[in-house]
């Protein structure tokens, strides 16, 4: 496609944690979806990396947003702008035209039709012509191979920043779904009460991610897998003396045990609707998780467990539905999209 076509054709995973941008098949934007804006003029400073540089950092003239909230749009403006200025890196060789796009843009399975309302609204703002949404689990089970189309159940267990998706395909539509406002973020929040209920210490938001991703875990015994003691740097909450905390997984893991039991209880509610015959697919088939929660230690075991059914994790987690959008954007014709 020509750089400087003044049509162009873009899918999106706009996610709570990330929104990632495909352009003639290939990933061109994968940036953090923040958006840093100017009190005053309401006026974009920074997007993705450079704003998240700036989150829990700024001053009382500039305010940092996350747009989205449990995967849908919280802040529409602000939602609105961000997508601007991502959109903008993918044509920022044409500095005098902006592009008509055709967008293919994958929401959340439980959106109501006032989020998916906002969402479109978001899009056609930000520069779209032709919009499409696709359901993240159904855009997951693209990403990742398997064949939504063929008369066989398929199971996708899709856990981003803001929900989780889960779903059972068959024949290009859903058959039984669950979406659930509990997924990364709330980990991350969980993770933010026990360091200071435990060890009296103030984590950030962004520490406490960072907590997840060195040492988080869905089991207390992950054997040779284990990975080293964390050591988390902070103000002491009664006395804002500084302190330093050595954090081990087993107590991550306890911390995080409500959350995930939560996200349990929804894969089995969702087996529990599946008819026999797909049912008897999946159990042959295995689940497959994805988003950037399958990433969590020990998860796909503990579920494997639980459930007696093979969990396994996509081979590329974070950007399973960022490429299912693309093979549905190459494919209008083929999949059921939300008009």
């Known amino acids: 496609m020509n750089w400087f076509s003044l049509n162009k054709e873009i899918a999106m995973d706009l996610g709570t944690a990330n929104t990632i941008i495909i352009c003639d098949g290939k990933i061109v934007v994968d940036e953090p979806s923040v958006v840093a804006l100017d009190r005053r003029t309401e006026r974009m400073i920074a997007v993705g990396d450079k704003a998240k540089m700036m989150y829990e950092k700024t001053n009382p003239d500039i305010r940092t947003i996350r747009p989205l909230r449990d995967g849908v749009i ?3 403006n602000a939602c609105e702008q961000m997508m601007r200025g991502l959109i903008k890196m993918v044509h920022s060789g044409n500095r ?11 929401v959340p399975s439980g959106s109501t039709e006032v989020e998916l309302r906002a969402v479109r609204d978001s899009a056609e703002h930000a520069g779209g012509r032709e919009v499409y949404l696709i359901f993240e689990p159904m855009a997951a089970a693209i990403g990742i191979g398997l064949d939504v189309l063929a008369p066989e159940g398929n199971m996708i267990v899709d856990i981003g920043g803001g929900s989780t998706e889960i779903a059972v395909i068959s024949l290009g539509g859903i058959v039984a779904d669950k979406s659930l406002r509990v997924a990364g973020d709330e980990l991350t929040a969980d993770i933010q009460e026990y360091m200071s209920r435990q060890h009296n210490v103030k984590v950030s938001e962004r520490m406490a991610e960072r907590i997840k991703i060195h ?4 089991m207390t015994d992950l054997g040779e897998d284990a990975p080293d003691d964390y050591i988390v ?5 009664i006395t804002a ?3 330093e905390v050595p954090v081990c997984y087993q107590e991550i893991a306890h911390c995080l045990e409500k959350t995930i039991a939560k996200i349990e209880t929804a894969v089995l509610s969702a087996l529990e609707e599946t008819p026999p015959e797909l049912y008897a697919d999946i159990v042959k088939n295995g689940i497959w998780l994805t988003g950037g929660g399958a990433l969590l230690r020990g998860l796909a075991k503990r579920l494997t467990d639980k459930i007696n059914i093979e969990f396994k994790v996509a081979e590329d987690p974070l950007h399973s539905v960022a490429k299912g959008t693309g093979v ?12």
């Open 215 to 218: 040492v988080g875990a869905a």
């Open 96 to 106: 005098l035209f902006s592009p008509s796009l055709k967008m293919v843009i994958g």
């Open 241 to 243: 003396l500084p302190m």
């Open 74 to 76: 919280a802040d529409f």
């Open 233 to 237: 740097h902070g103000p002491n909450r």
């Open 328 to 339: 549905a954007l190459k494919n209008i014709n083929n999949f059921a999209f939300l008009m």
